[in-house]
C-alpha cells in the first residue's frame, strides 16, 4: 500500500445516481446549481474491440475537469440491459461508485490476486456532442464482483479520451463545483475493520483515522467509512435504508455561504454538517448530497 499515489487506481471517477426519471432528477440537480451535459445514449461492448450493443440508459453528467456526477437514467426499460442496471437500482438504495484507473489491465489483474473477482474488461462507448461536432467517448472498465461489494456497485475505469468527458464549456456550475470530495461508506459498527481492511485491498491505499471516521485518501477524492452510530455526526438527521451503504457523496465547492444561498433560493432545504452542510436525500432525488469548502 502506498501513500504517494502509485497504485493503478488513485482517484474517484465519479458517483452515480441511478434514476427512472431522468428529465426530473436533472431538473433538480440544475436547482442544486450544478451545470449539465446533454443527454447521452450508452452504448456497451462485452470486450475491447467487439460489437457495440444498444442499451437501456442514457445520462446526464456534472462535471468538474477531473471527477464528475453521472445522473443515469433508465429511459428504455425494453432494450437490452448489458451491465444489469434494473438489478443494481432493485439491490442498492444508495450510490455506485466508479474509481479512476490509470491501467485497466493492471487493475484487473491485481482485483484478481486480491480474490476479488471482477467481470474482466468491458469496454463503454457512448456518443456526445463537442463544439467541433459528435464525438465518440470511450473507457474501459473492470466491474469489481457484486459479492465483494455489498455497499453498491463498484468498477474502475480508464477514460481514452477525456477532452470529450470533461468539455470547458461545462465546468463552470452556477454553485461554484470543483470536484467530488468524497464518497461516505456507512457501515455496522462492528464491522468497520473489515470493510476498512477490504477498501485498503481494493484501493491499494492507506487508512488514515479521523475520530470515529476511516478514510482511505486517493490522489484525488476520497473514501470515508463511518459506523452506523456516528451517521448522526456526519449527515445530522439522516437514516440510512440498509447497511452497509454508499450513503453520500460530497462536493468540494469554492464559496458555501454562496452555494448554500443558491440552493436555498431555489426553495432546497439545506442541513448543517461539520464541514459544511446538505441535503437530504428526498430533496437530492435519492441519496443525501453534501456540500464542503476544497
Known amino acids: 500500500m502506498t501513500t504517494e499515489h502509485t497504485a493503478d487506481i488513485d482517484y474517484i471517477d465519479h ?8 428529465a426530473a432528477t436533472c431538473a433538480r440537480y440544475e436547482a442544486l446549481g450544478f451545470t449539465l451535459s446533454p443527454v447521452s445514449p450508452h452504448r456497451l461492448a462485452e470486450r475491447p474491440g ?22 443515469l437514467g433508465i429511459v428504455d426499460p425494453a432494450a437490452p440491459d448489458p451491465w444489469g442496471v434494473h438489478k443494481l437500482r432493485r439491490t442498492y438504495r444508495g450510490l455506485l461508485m466508479t474509481l479512476g ?7 484487473e489483474a ?8 471482477s467481470t474482466g474488461i468491458r469496454a ?8 467541433d461536432g459528435p464525438r465518440t467517448v470511450r473507457a474501459d472498465s473492470v466491474r469489481i464482483d457484486a459479492a465483494h461489494t455489498p455497499e453498491g456497485a463498484l468498477q474502475a475505469t480508464r477514460h481514452l479520451t477525456p477532452q470529450y468527458v470533461h468539455q470547458p464549456r461545462y465546468l463552470d456550475h452556477p454553485n461554484g463545483a470543483i470536484g467530488l470530495h468524497s464518497v461516505l461508506l456507512v457501515v455496522p459498527d462492528d464491522e ?17 483515522i479521523d475520530g470515529p471516521k476511516r478514510v482511505l485518501p486517493m490522489r484525488h477524492g476520497r473514501v470515508e467509512i463511518i459506523p452506523q452510530s456516528s451517521l448522526d455526526d456526519f449527515l445530522p438527521g439522516h437514516a440510512v435504508p440498509a447497511l452497509p451503504l454508499l450513503a453520500a457523496h460530497t462536493v468540494a465547492v469554492r464559496d458555501l455561504t454562496a452555494a448554500r444561498t443558491l440552493i436555498e433560493g431555489n426553495l432546497i432545504p439545506t442541513h448543517t ?9 428526498d430533496d437530492a432525488h435519492g441519496v443525501p448530497l453534501a456540500f464542503t469548502r476544497m
Open 101 to 107: 484507473s490509470r491501467d485497466v489491465a493492471a487493475t
Open 110 to 117: 491485481r482485483l484478481r490476486a486480491a480474490g476479488l473477482v
Open 192 to 208: 468497520m475493520d473489515g470493510h476498512e481492511e477490504r477498501y485498503a485491498r481494493m484501493l491499494d491505499a492507506d487508512v488514515w
Open 15 to 22: 458517483t452515480v445516481l441511478i434514476t427512472t426519471d431522468l
Open 124 to 131: 463503454l462507448e457512448r456518443e456526445v456532442s463537442t463544439p
Open 50 to 71: 467487439g460489437p457495440l450493443l444498444p442499451t437501456c440508459t442514457a445520462n446526464r453528467c456534472a462535471y468538474f475537469g477531473q471527477s464528475f456526477i453521472e445522473l
Open 273 to 281: 454538517t461539520p464541514g459544511g452542510f446538505y441535503v437530504t436525500a
